[in-house]
């Protein structure tokens, strides 16, 4: 069975500190990934989505980053974290087509100081 | 994607049946039906999905009328650990790009001892 894995389940980061999340899914190969961060008592933002090995597409701009390294890798990065950077950031994966549904993660819950 | 209204909470005595309603009136042929929950402070978990038919697996059931307007998710025993945000997710599938999911306000479902 696939399984996805985020880490760390939660992070306290002063501002202007560089930051790396990772996720890994397990049991699939070539999905389509997900990176969304949800506000409280918000719905879901999407920030970055990929369909493959180094193939990432940004949905809004910010001082994040993504990348996928390996095919079940996706990494979410930033140089230099803001205030506004707070939030629960859910990583996903789905094979794209005949309406199969996403999987998340337990997601990462992330405090700027 | 069809926009989706749910009732925004419930409440279930602990081993009887939840139904959650959900409209979705402006569905397209070709949309799909998605049920989501979520658990505060953890990632969404995927419950069930159609299209068209009523679809069954171990954790619920999906009962989609014939116009598609509207479908209902079931827990057939309600317990104290399904009390969570439920959320009816209504979007066609792409074989390409984002099939990012936009999660609206949900339902919020409190099992009763």
């Known amino acids: 069975s696939q399984t996805i894995h985020q880490w760390p389940a939660t992070l306290v980061q002063p501002v202007g500190s560089p930051l790396s999340l990772e996720c890994t899914v397990e049991?699939?190969?070539?999905?389509?990934l997900y990176w969304y961060r949800q506000a409280a008592g918000r719905g879901l933002q999407l920030l970055f989505y990929s369909v493959g090995i180094g193939q990432i597409s940004s949905e809004v701009p910010q001082n994040l980053s993504a990348s996928r390294p390996q095919d079940r890798q996706f990494i979410l990065s930033s140089k230099k974290l803001l205030l506004s950077d707070s939030g629960f950031y859910l990583c996903?994966?789905?094979?794209?087509?005949?309406?199969?549904?996403?999987?998340f993660g337990d997601g990462t819950r992330l405090s700027i100081l | 994607d069809a926009k989706t209204t749910q009732p925004p909470s419930m409440d279930c005595a602990e081993g009887r049946a939840a139904n959650l309603p959900c409209n979705h009136s402006t569905i397209s042929g070709n949309e799909y039906v998605y049920w989501y929950r979520q658990i505060h402070s953890q990632g969404p978990q995927y419950i069930i999905h159609g299209l068209k038919n009523n679809e069954t697996n171990e954790m619920a059931s999906l009962i989609i009328t014939e116009d598609r307007k509207s479908s209902t998710l079931i827990l057939p025993h309600a317990t104290l650990r399904d009390t969570a945000v439920y959320y009816c997710i209504v979007r066609v599938p792409r074989w390409t790009g984002a099939n990012n999911l936009f999660f609206g306000t949900g339902t919020r479902l409190t099992v009763i001892p």
């Open positions: 049991g699939t190969s070539n999905p389509n």
């Open positions: 996903a994966w789905h094979h794209p087509g005949g309406g199969q549904p996403q999987h």
